[in-house]
């Protein structure tokens, strides 16, 4: 079994950045995709930021040139680096592991974003 725990979350202002951090526990197969979802009240979860094991990075259009997304698989860790952060940001943030045709969801982290 994966968990998943979240940190990094807060409130910044509109321009600012946040730095999210997820840590995995368990058994980690190194073929894995990791990443980032988040939902907003009354919206659907959109995909943020996804990364391979071998790197290959898959990102939401509304985030794109903004956010980056990194991995440290030695340390089983995905970040997700937010710049010039809108109020449309908005939303709790999942982390995300696919192993093996198997999802796995973190509890999430809040970040808001005042205008």
């Known amino acids: 079994q994966v968990q998943l725990v979240e940190s990094g979350g807060g409130s910044v202002q509109a321009g600012g950045s946040l730095r999210l951090s997820c840590v995995a526990s368990?058994?980690?197969?190194?073929?894995?995709?990791m990443g980032w979802y988040r939902q907003a009240p009354g919206k659907q979860r959109e995909l943020v930021a996804t990364?391979?094991?071998?790197?290959?990075?898959n990102y939401g259009d509304s985030v794109k040139g903004r956010f980056t997304i990194s991995r440290d698989n030695a340390k089983k860790m995905v970040y997700l680096q937010m710049n010039s952060l809108k109020p449309e940001d908005t939303a709790v943030y999942c982390c995300?592991?696919?192993?093996?045709?198997?999802?796995?969801w973190g509890q999430g982290t809040q970040v808001t974003v005042s205008s």
């Open positions: 995300y592991a696919r192993i093996f045709m198997s999802n796995y």
């Open positions: 368990g058994s980690m197969l190194r073929d894995n995709t």
């Open positions: 990364m391979t094991g071998t790197g290959s990075t």
